[in-house]
């Protein structure tokens, strides 16, 4: 790694590198992640351990803060969350003016800056203190509460108060599938799959999201304002949008009756974009061990549900071809942390246009730390250079002349 940020002054040379697969943009101390041997950790926990151990509301703390939180920081954290979860009544114009066919992730993008101009305090640049803290739990107990409200616009159903009773995996659900005289409380299974699925998610260093929450953070531009730019980011389906993908991909192959090689040989061929949803990775060049977790908690969710999912079998039919043909092992294809998740949250009933507004709720941590860190390190506004292709000096023609 040569750094050259000291420079501060064009140096005349560029270093051209599309998609920024070589490119450092930052020095971080909140996740780690070693792609040839697929591993991943939270400010130095391994993901596995802290998949099997931690809530998500611990394990943001910890990416927020860099330490795991002892009972009173969790008792604090865990309040501030409770107390932040309501949303302005006025808010509630906002998603009756909007189609009941309105994408979730447009919603959720859009509602983020609506909800901090509700709180104009947010919309000031805090890294530390109780400014910092307040805003942070905001956004994390709101993100929710905003997520569940679209869907429930989406079907014409009445919005569902938080219940401060419950813990932050069965709120959400509380406020998605509660009904007016049915009150929605879910298995244990099925909180902590939720709970695991957005450990999972959590934080992945610079990834394309994250790095936008970095890019407009840089501008100095505020919380709110830089992680609903990073919502835009994750809902493409080369990234977070790529969960709901996997599951049309595999509706696609099960109601088409084709053999899966089909499929295959479509992804391998270089005539069409068609690539399969849910396998390769940038980083990840042996496996990436979230998929590997969230395979087995699929079995383990539909085992307890009593529950079989048909596209579950075609997944592992992929997963298993994938891995015996030469194309997909020469150019390190495996499956992602996309590729299993979608059957999770199938087997939990999250709707599939939901998929990756859940990837959003289990992200925020990660994004506000990086905002956060990149005001503590007072990085540079993010400018790259650009090698120019176009004409050179022309002169102006008048209309009529053209
Ligand atoms: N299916 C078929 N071929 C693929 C796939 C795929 N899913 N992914 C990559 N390839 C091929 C490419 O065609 C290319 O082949 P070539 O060398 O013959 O030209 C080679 O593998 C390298 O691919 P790149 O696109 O250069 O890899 P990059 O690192 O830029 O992209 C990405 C990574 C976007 C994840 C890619 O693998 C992809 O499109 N996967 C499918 C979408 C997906 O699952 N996205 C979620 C990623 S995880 C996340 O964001 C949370």
Redesign the pocket.
């Known amino acids: 790694c040569i750094d050259i940020t000291h420079l501060r002054k064009e140096t005349g040379c560029i270093t051209m590198d599309q998609?920024f697969?070589n490119t450092g943009s930052c020095f971080s101390s909140i996740t780690f992640v070693d792609g040839g041997k697929g591993i991943l950790r939270y400010r130095g926990y391994p993901i596995e351990e802290i998949a099997e151990k931690a809530t998500f509301v611990e394990t943001a703390y910890l990416i927020l803060n860099g330490e795991l939180p002892n009972s009173d920081q969790l008792r604090v954290f865990t309040a501030a969350l409770r107390e932040h979860a309501f949303l302005h009544e006025n808010l509630k114009h906002q998603f009756a003016g909007l189609p009941t066919d309105a994408p979730p992730m447009a919603i959720l993008s859009s509602m983020l800056n609506v909800v901090a101009c509700f709180h104009p305090e947010v919309l000031q640049v805090h890294t530390s203190g109780p400014g910092f803290d307040r805003t942070a739990a905001l956004l994390l107990s709101k993100v929710r509460t905003i997520a569940a409200w679209a869907y429930r616009t989406a079907n014409g159903k009445p919005f569902n108060h938080p219940n401060p009773n419950l813990s932050y995996c069965a709120n959400f659900l509380h406020m998605m599938f509660s009904e007016p005289y049915q009150e929605y409380i879910p298995l244990p299974v099925v909180e902590k799959a939720l709970n695991l699925f957005l450990v999972l998610h959590a934080d992945?260093e610079q990834?394309?999201s994250t790095s936008t929450v970095r890019v407009v953070g840089s501008s100095r531009a505020n919380l709110f304002s830089s992680v609903s730019a990073g919502v835009c980011a994750l809902w493409g389906?080369?990234?977070?949008g790529?969960n709901m993908?996997?599951i049309e991909m595999l509706e696609e192959i099960r109601s088409s009756g084709r053999p899966i090689t089909d499929y295959i040989n479509m992804?391998?061929a270089?005539n069409n974009s068609f690539?399969?949803?849910?396998?390769?990775?940038?980083v990840y060049k042996n496996f990436d061990p979230r998929s590997l977790i969230l395979k087995k908690q699929v079995d383990d969710v539909l085992k307890a549900l009593n529950m079989e999912d048909p596209l579950l079998d075609i997944a592992r039919e992929l997963e298993v071809k994938t891995l015996q043909d030469d194309?997909?092992k020469e150019?390190n294809?495996y499956p992602?942390?996309?590729?299993y998740s979608g059957i999770l949250l199938r087997a939990v009933g999250i709707p599939l246009n939901m998929y990756p507004v859940m990837?959003a709720i289990g992200r925020m941590p990660g994004w506000i730390a990086n905002w956060r860190e990149l005001h503590d390190h007072k990085q540079r506004i993010s400018r790259p250079r650009q090698i120019y292709t176009g004409e050179t000096t022309r002169s102006f023609v008048p209309v009529e002349q053209r």
């Open positions: 998609g697969g992945h990834n394309c389906p080369l990234h977070g790529a993908a996997v992804a391998k270089k690539r399969l949803m849910g396998f390769g990775h940038r194309y997909f150019r294809l992602n942390v996309d590729f990837f």
